[in-house]
Structures are given as structure tokens and as C-alpha cells.
């Protein structure tokens, strides 16, 4: 079974084509530049990006596997949580496509995505805990099989990618500003400065607001001669605790749901310390950690082809009158 995954809930337009399972092409066209500038993703200009490029992506993934429409199969298109705007691209041209060809359409939820895209390249035993964290999402599942989760806690607050992006704001030193972080951290200490860990009555969730305020206070305090030269401190110290809850957590739920293997999605799984971190303690308590390559913990087409993959296998079909949604949390689908 050829199909073509489409997905268009932020700043990415991708698609891709699997056969089987199996990537033929994973086509993304990133957006970032033309956000860069406003420090964030901007709805508007998102929406009119992938109106723009779409086709050409499209175009791209079908002559990079070389294949033409007609041997497609089924369309899968993510159908939400995301940008409205950037979502109605996608299922828009995901549906003209299906009618236009009488093959099958499929919804696919985003996040039910991200936490199969580590089968593009390995095969993990079920069950397992997923984390999916990204500038949107913090959210932690129990996922037993294909098709079948249960979201056990997210944050309460910022994504940890956001927390990410307000201290490289603050800072003045750009965006997206998990990767800068990241780089910065590098060279600081990161005992120097401790911020506070989230402790939460509801077991699996997440809140970082604490750290961020806790780093807003610390520069209003320091001159700026401190400022500078306590960079690196403060951006380790930040990672650090970002880190902490992120995997103590994790960690947490996979000892209570008596699993020994965690999978990390999303756009910070790309974090060097948080891998680090995972991978240390994984050895230590006995637990397998999977991580997808960078390319497919990001947005890509590839994860949505292949969760809508497995939704078809099952007899799934989204009907014509499929629509979008911006806000959903994954409860238990079985
Ligand atoms: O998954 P993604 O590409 O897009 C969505 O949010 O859907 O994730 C982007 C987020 C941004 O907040 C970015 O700062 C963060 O992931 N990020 C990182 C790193 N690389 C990207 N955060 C921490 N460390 C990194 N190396
Ligand atoms: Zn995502």
C-alpha cells in the first residue's frame, strides 16, 4: 500500500510518501525564517505559506519516490491539534486529492504521530511510556499497541520548547531558543544556579511556569555586567531543571505502569542534555530509551503516513466532512 501523509499544523509544510511502512520520500519545508523575526510562529503568515507551497511539496514527495498520483493508495492528513488556518491547508488538499482519485482518507491526530514515528526506523516492543515534547506539547501516554493510549499527564502550563524559546527571549538571543540554549549551556555550570522543580499533586503532569518566572526575577536582579558573564550559568542551570522534571517524570510513569522502555518525540527531544540524561539513567534503571533520528522528531509527513497507515489497516476512514482541530487531548483510543 502506497500513501501520502500530509502535514500542515504549524510551521512545516511536509509530505511523504511510505509503501508498506516504508519511507520512499519525506519532503519538509520549514517556515522558520520567515518567523525568525517575531520571535514566534505568526498564524496568518503560516496559513499563507502553505497555501503557497503545498503542491510543490507534494509534487517533490511523489517524483522523490517516484510515483505519480494515480499510485497512491490512501491520503492521511494530520486533522488537528494545531493552527487552524495551517490545518484546513492540509485537509483541504488531503481531500481534494482523495476525492478526486476515489481512495481512501484518513485523519491522523498529531500527536498519535509523533509517538509512532520511531517506526520509520526500529521496531520497540509495546507497551511503552511516550513523551512528546515540543514547542506546542508536553504531553506523556502509556502506549500499549497501535491505535490504543492513554494520555497520562501533560503540562499545566508552557510547553517545555516554549520555556526553551522565553529564556533565549529574555536574553535577547533569538529563536527558535532551544537550540541556542542548548549551544550556550555548553559552557556553563549546570549546579550554578538552582531553579525549582515542579512538584505536582497530579502525578504526571508537568508545570514549568516556576522556572520561568524564577529566571524572569534572577535578570531583573543582576546588572548587566553580571548578566553577561552568567550567561552560560543561567542557561545551563535552566536546561537543567527543564531536563530534571522532563525525565524524573517520564521516568516516574514507566516504574508505576511497570513498563522498561520510553520513547522521546518532538522538537526537544533534539536536546543533547536531555538525551544525555535519558540515556544515563536508562542504563542505570534498566530501561530502554528510544529517541527517532532529529529529522523524524520534528513535524514531518513520514509519522502521519504511518499512523494513518495503521488506522487504515484496521478499517479506519475519515469521511469528506472530516474537519480540523486546534486543542485535543489523545485520551484512550482502542
Ligand atoms: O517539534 P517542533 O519542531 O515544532 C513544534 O513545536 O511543533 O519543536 C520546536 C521546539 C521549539 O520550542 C524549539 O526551541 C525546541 O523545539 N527545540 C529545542 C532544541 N531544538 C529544538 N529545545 C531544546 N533543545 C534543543 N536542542
Ligand atoms: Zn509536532
Known amino acids: 500500500m502506497k500513501i501520502l501523509g500530509i502535514e500542515t499544523s504549524c510551521d512545516e509544510t511536509a509530505a511523504s510518501v511510505l509503501s508498506e511502512g516504508k519511507v520512499l520520500s519525506n519532503i519538509i519545508s520549514s517556515q522558520l525564517n520567515l518567523h525568525r523575526k517575531y520571535g514566534g510562529v505568526v498564524p496568518e503568515i503560516a496559513s499563507r505559506k502553505h497555501i503557497e507551497v503545498i503542491l510543490h511539496v507534494i509534487q517533490e514527495a511523489l517524483d522523490l519516490a517516484g510515483i505519480t498520483i494515480e499510485s497512491l493508495d490512501a491520503i492521511a492528513v494530520t486533522k488537528g491539534p494545531g493552527l487552524i488556518g495551517s490545518l484546513l491547508v492540509g485537509l483541504s488538499v488531503a481531500k481534494a486529492m482523495a476525492f478526486a482519485r476515489g481512495i481512501p482518507l484518513i485523519g ?44 497520562l499527564g501533560k503540562t499545566r502550563d508552557d510547553a517545555a520548547g516554549e520555556v526553551f524559546d522565553k529564556l533565549a527571549k529574555l536574553l535577547d538571543l533569538g529563536y527558535p531558543g532551544g537550540p541556542i540554549i542548548n549551544k550556550i549551556s555548553l559552557n556553563g555550570d549546570p549546579a550554578r544556579i538552582h531553579f525549582p522543580r515542579a512538584q505536582l499533586s497530579t502525578e504526571f503532569d508537568f508545570s514549568f511556569s516556576g522556572v520561568k518566572t524564577a529566571a524572569s526575577y534572577l535578570l531583573k536582579s543582576l546588572s548587566p555586567e553580571e548578566r553577561s558573564s552568567m550567561i552560560p550559568h543561567i542557561a545551563a542551570s535552566y536546561q537543567e531543571a527543564i531536563v530534571d522534571m522532563l525525565v524524573d517524570k517520564t521516568f516516574m510513569a514507566a516504574e508505576r505502569m511497570g513498563v522498561s522502555t520510553i520513547l522521546v518525540s518532538g522538537g526537544v527531544a533534539a536536546n543533547t542534555r536531555l538525551r544525555e540524561k535519558f540515556m544515563e539513567d536508562g542504563k542505570t534503571r534498566g530501561i530502554s530509551i528510544y529517541f527517532p533520528s532529529p529529522h523524524l522528531c520534528t513535524d514531518n509527513g513520514a509519522m502521519i503516513a504511518y499512523a494513518g497507515w495503521k488506522r487504515l489497516q484496521r478499517g479506519d476512514r475519515s469521511p469528506m466532512s472530516l474537519n ?3 486543542r485535543k487531548d489523545l485520551m484512550r483510543i482502542s
Request: aromatic share 18%.
Open 108 to 151: 491522523v491526530d498529531h500527536l498519535e504521530g509523533h509517538l509512532y514515528a520511531i517506526f520509520l526506523e526500529t521496531n520497540p516492543p509495546f507497551p511503552y511510556v511516550g513523551l512528546v515534547v515540543s514547542g506546542g506539547h508536553t504531553n506523556l501516554y502509556i502506549v500499549k499497541d497501535f491505535c490504543n493510549y492513554q494520555l
Open 324 to 326: 480540523a482541530y486546534s
